[in-house]
């Protein structure tokens, strides 16, 4: 089992920046990939990829904040970043943190975190 545990959301504007972080504890597998996904409130709205980074320091960023955002990784302490920056009310949304043990094939979730952009 993997706990994930998130801080770091909140309420700002248009143009502002919030950092995101994910602490990991519990079965921490060696090779692993950690990151962020979100679900805005709009009906029918899915889970998206935000960024992802594995334990090999390779990254994934969506589209949509490839520019904006920038995910790190300290695998000493298990923890994910996402710093973002020139946020806009689009990226409002609840923020998911993501543990995918790769041997194992599972994603952990955390309980997710909400930011709210306001314009």
């Known amino acids: 089992q993997v706990q994930l545990v998130e801080s770091g959301g909140g309420l700002v504007q248009a143009g502002g920046s919030l950092r995101l972080s994910c602490a990991a504890s519990g079965s921490i597998g060696s090779i692993n990939a950690m990151g962020w996904y979100r679900q805005a409130p709009a009906p029918g709205k899915q889970r998206e990829l935000v960024a992802t980074m594995t334990s090999g320091g390779l ?57 709210t952009v306001s314009s």
């Open 59 to 115: 990254t994934n960023y969506a589209d949509s904040v490839k520019g904006r955002f920038t995910i790190s990784r300290d695998n000493a302490k298990n923890t994910v970043y996402l710093q973002m920056n020139s946020l806009k009310p689009e990226d409002t949304a609840v923020y998911y943190c993501n543990y995918y043990a790769t041997r194992m094939h599972y994603h952990y979730w955390g309980q997710g975190t909400q930011v």
